[in-house]
T-cell receptor
């Protein structure tokens, strides 16, 4: 009974490089959410995706960040030209149902990817 | 817009003592409420949730929380803590949308 899988667990990049973070939702879940946790802070919502669709990206930085959830394969959070301020833990969560319109369902979280930018 | 305030950033207690972690929220609509626990270098694990019904919610590891609509609070309690309860605890709220809004977290440290 695998939970939400994220890889890599730790990622080190130099300034200007690209970071790709992967998330495989729980079996039977087709809704994925990305959150970012900066040091000493709580989690902040970034983006909500369904298969092949971005539903809500209101928490995504306007530049350098993008996310996708293709028909096949994991969801990818991509950060181009990373800067030191991107160093954080990035968590993925999934749910079985769409959580729009007040549906009672729960987001289950993965172990996170800890990105360090040198 | 909704927000969550966790009133204590650090809560040190002795083993077998009771503990309460406080959480207040603000929202103009009905919400769902959650407590998650994060052990060092790990992801978030759901402790308990309030979606509807009884305002007293029981979760895993002996934790419980009470939803108080008039005080807009959702405090987490445990009658007797163990060393293994040492972790960061996050309160979160969700309205009819999809995103969770988290508090800043409370570090619970249980000392022998």
């Amino acid at each position: 009974n695998a939970g939400v899988m994220q890889n890599p667990r730790h990622l080190v990049r130099r300034r200007g490089q690209e970071a790709r973070l992967r998330c495989s939702p729980m079996k039977g879940h087709s809704h994925v959410y990305w959150y970012r946790q900066l040091p000493e802070e709580g989690l902040k919502f970034m983006v909500y995706l369904q298969k092949e669709n971005i539903i809500d990206e209101s928490g995504m930085p306007k530049e350098r960040f993008s996310a996708e959830f293709p028909k096949e394969g994991p969801s990818i959070l991509r950060i181009q030209q990373v800067v030191r301020g991107d160093s954080a833990a990035y968590f993925c969560a999934s749910s079985r149902l769409s959580l729009l319109a007040g549906v009672e369902d729960t987001q289950y979280f993965g172990p996170g990817t800890r990105l360090t930018v040198l | 817009a909704q927000s969550v305030t966790q009133l204590d950033s650090q809560v040190p207690v002795f083993e077998e003592a009771p503990v309460e972690l406080r959480c207040n929220y603000s929202s103009s609509v009905s919400v769902y409420l959650f407590w998650y626990v994060q052990y060092p270098n790990q992801g978030l694990q759901l402790l308990l949730k309030y979606l509807s019904g009884s305002t007293l919610v029981k979760g895993i590891n002996g934790f419980e929380a009470e939803f108080n609509k008039s005080q807009t609070s959702f405090h987490l309690r445990k009658p007797s803590v163990h060393i293994s309860d040492t972790a960061e605890y996050f309160c979160a709220v969700r309205d009819s949308g999809s995103r969770l809004t988290f508090g800043e977290g409370t570090q619970l440290t249980v000392n022998p």
